[in-house]
């Protein structure tokens, strides 16, 4: 059984930091697309950033020089390293698996973004304060 869980939210002010953890098991960690969505109240979605299965990686616009998504394949474990946060960024993040393996980063970003991954977490609250 396939289970995905967040963890590191919480509150920070403005132009703080803060690192999300998944860990995920059932399933072969490495090999399958691996990203963070986050969803504010009022807003629609957003595919945030994501590793997919060959490494690479994608982010969107609005998170690019910020944030940064790394994984430890030996502890089954996805990062995403959040620096100089702005309330904007306020929101639920949810980590997300899945998609084919041909998919490139931008391409599994995407599928992440219209919640065409297979398996998700339940979230984790992260708030920004100005």
């Known amino acids: 059984q396939v289970q995905v869980v967040e963890s590191g939210g919480g509150l920070v002010q403005a132009v703080g930091s803060l690192r999300l953890s998944c860990t995920a098991s059932g399933l072969t960690f490495g090999r399958l697309n691996m990203g963070w969505f986050r969803q504010a109240p009022g807003k629609d979605g957003e595919g945030v950033a994501v590793?997919?299965?060959?490494?690479?990686?994608s982010y969107a616009a609005s998170v690019k020089g910020r944030f940064t998504i790394s994984q430890d394949k030996a502890k089954n474990t996805l990062y995403l390293q959040m620096d100089n946060l702005k309330p904007k960024d306020t929101a639920v993040y949810y980590c997300a698996v899945g998609g084919g393996s041909t998919l490139t980063a931008i391409e599994a970003l995407d599928y992440m973004t219209r919640l065409d991954f297979g398996y998700w977490g339940p979230g984790t609250q992260v708030t920004v304060s100005s």
């Open positions: 590793i997919a299965s060959d490494g690479t990686s």
